[in-house]
């Protein structure tokens, strides 16, 4: 048995990495897995102390001041909202109704979606046609030292072995 950490730097690293267990829930579980925190500027102490609450009733963390919390009168506050992908998008499917905390759903989800870790292409992963194409044969030495290369260092490639394809002799 092995254990080690993985860092999941976008949606599409972990949908690569969840796929490989083979799940069939990938996309679902990847944006469980990145975790995306935004600062939110002079939110009124009112509106603030509803997201909060809609963050921690799914699971998330929200910061806002004493003032705002307390509900005191006049209470403006910065926020820090906390969540994964998939918590922030509850949030804003939760609160979608209320017109008052909108202004504020809005901008932390456009934070949320432009972020490079809720993208579903990376540079990586922006063409299936650009991964690597290796030809080899299981025999060859120093085919079976790029695979495991490739392999340890997580690069997806095609593998054609020129043994078993007959166009690929060519």
Known sequence: ??????????????????????????????TRAIHINILVESVPGT???IIKK???EIGAEAAISSSA???????????????TIYQ???VRRVLAGD?????WIDAIAE???????ATKETDSTRSKSARPVVYGAGW???ARRSRKFLDDHDIDYQWIDIDETSQAKE
């Open 140 to 142: 060859c030495p120093d």
């Open 88 to 90: 922030h998008r509850e």
């Open 69 to 83: 919390y307390y509900e005191e009168e006049g209470a403006v506050t910065d926020m820090v909202v906390m969540g």
């Open 54 to 56: 809609a963050y921690n």
């Open 99 to 103: 017109s008052s905390v909108m202004p």
């Open 47 to 49: 509106t603030a102390k």
């Open 1 to 30: 048995m092995r254990a080690t950490r993985t860092l999941l730097e976008s949606v599409a690293k972990a949908v690569e990495l969840i796929d490989r267990v083979g799940s069939n829930n990938s996309e679902l579980m990847a």
């Open 111 to 117: 934070v949320v979606e432009a972020s490079p870790e």
